[in-house]
């Protein structure tokens, strides 16, 4: 598994929209978005696995929005309707495990990280 890479993050204000983006693509296991704020535990954004199947943090529904690209070799993850509480490092994560009732959101399944890119939403 090659270095996971992630870009995208950056500055906005309440009720705007980020695309946060990472590679490369894995065809195995799952992949995942997640988050840490200053002084809190890393938690699950958003996973998905080979089949597209997804789940989302309760927080997020309907504001973000997790895919693959397979023709860009990448993961993305769409957030919409930004809100203060969103700010955090966002850390793009895979492993080659295959759930068969869809991929864990917890980050304590996943072994490989990316660096982190930075979320701030200002109010």
């Known amino acids: 598994q090659a270095q996971l890479m992630e870009s995208g993050g950056g500055s906005v204000q309440s009720g705007g929209s980020l695309r946060l983006s990472c590679e490369p693509l894995?065809?195995?296991?799952?992949m995942g978005w997640f988050r840490q704020a200053p002084g809190q535990e890393r938690e699950g954004v958003a996973v998905?696995?080979?089949?597209?199947?997804?789940t989302y943090a309760d927080s997020v529904k309907g504001r973000f929005t997790i895919s693959r690209d397979n023709a860009r070799n990448t993961l993305l993850l769409q957030m919409d309707n930004l809100k203060p509480e969103d700010t955090a490092m966002y850390y793009c994560?895979?492993?080659?495990?295959?759930?068969?009732?869809?991929?864990?959101?917890?980050?304590?399944?996943?072994?490989?990280w990316g660096q982190g890119t930075q979320v701030t939403v200002s109010s």
């Open positions: 994560g895979h492993d080659k495990y295959n759930w068969i009732g869809g991929c864990p959101t917890g980050p304590q399944f996943f072994k490989s």
């Open positions: 894995s065809n195995v296991g799952c």
């Open positions: 998905i696995d080979s089949s597209e199947r997804v």
